[in-house]
């Protein structure tokens, strides 16, 4: 076991808790477990609801620990963006090597001096990052560990987020029993998981994440986050009057938004996609009504996005991505983009177990801390180790002796069968 790491990603969304626990196993990434528990407890710009995100966590740790046998101590955390800000260091540092060769820990003397910097009290620095280092005249990207120089100059990002709300959220987390790891900010994983740093080095990219309530929009350039903000705007929003007309639950109008209506259509079906009971009658929808229910809501979301972004998109070069919930409607990628112009594409994981728009987030907290630990040098697991060990030692035991008791049962009924031609 001791090539494999098990972290657990967690993420509290407007409308639900996600936890996935996955492991690092010879270079590659699994996903062993995923929760999704329904919670209202977090809204666009505060903790509403300490209480409820706590027994939500505790409900997703159990779930997990029930099938692997384990209990979740520590969890990758996301932290949502709201009032997110980046100050950005130059920091410059002496190599202390006799040698004169870059080290690891040049490196964190450069992230220790990049802390000290002052930021303003309504912020907690939550993540700092290392965009770029300069040896000898020459920057890159990858750490520069044994390249020979007198001093090193990293460009660092210090991620803060809004203090209350960090405060509030870590608070909830902890009391459902479970300490948190690392942070990162949800648009930051959702960069990482989506590989946009990479593709923001020689273009810009717009960054959706649509949740049921929210909206956050976040622009990368230069390989690292711009800026991001967010509007109490989502996917909810728009099917709130298909709730109201029909009296379906949200969550059924929203996966009926998602998965039964292509929205960049000219013409919509009128074969019904939903069928329900109300009272003694039997009602149904079509697409065609569906649509005709959130176009004005869609209409008012984009154009509120392309004023937003018009200024941005101006002469240079821009990728745009949707994710979150909003990434798995439809056609909305397309409707998106004709509207600003640009090409624009929905993000929907690839990993197996996880392929859903909605999990980007936590998919992404897992490369995010993977990247980090060659720094921070921490080696720490997010279960109890030793009952996951034990568990799974127990499970390889069991199933061995029931291969053993077959094959011996086997072996006597052939026995038989050869002993009655004899």
Known sequence: MSDKQIFAALEVADHEVRLIVGEFFNTRFNVIKVERIPCFGLSYNKVTDPEAISKAIRTAADNVSRMLGADIRKVILAMPSYRMKRYSVKSTVQIEGIDGVVTIQDVRNAITKAEQMKISKDYALIQTVCVRYSVNGIATRRIPIGERCSSMEVDIDLLCADRKMSYDLVMAVEKSGISVLDIFPDVYACAKEAAL???????????????????TLTLLKKGRINTSLISPFGIGSIVAPVVEK???????????????????????????????????????????????????????????????????????????????????????????GSRLGVECQSYIPETLGARNAGLTSCLGLFYAYQDKLPISGYIDD??????????????????SDSDTKEDT??????????????
């Open 197 to 215: 740093f990479e593709r923001a080095v020689n273009q810009q990219v717009l960054l959706f994440k649509m949740e049921r309530e929210t909206t």
């Open 382 to 399: 997010s279960l109890d180790m030793d009952a996951f060990v034990k568990a799974v030692s127990y499970r390889a035991k069991r199933k």
């Open 246 to 336: 029909y009296g379906i639950p949200a969550e059924t109008a929203v996966d009926l938004l998602k998965y039964s209506c292509r929205l960049d259509k000219e013409k919509f079906s009128k074969n019904p996609i939903h069928i329900w009971a109300d009272g003694n009658q039997t009602r149904t929808i079509n697409e065609q009504q569906l649509y005709d229910c959130v176009k004005d809501n869609i209409t008012q979301w984009l154009e509120a996005i392309e004023k937003t972004c018009k200024p941005i998109l101006q002469g240079t070069p821009t990728a745009v991505m949707i994710t979150g919930e909003g990434g798995e409607m439809l056609g909305f990628a397309q409707l998106l």
């Open 409 to 422: 049962l086997t072996s006597k009924l052939k026995g038989l069968f050869l002993e009655g031609k004899m």
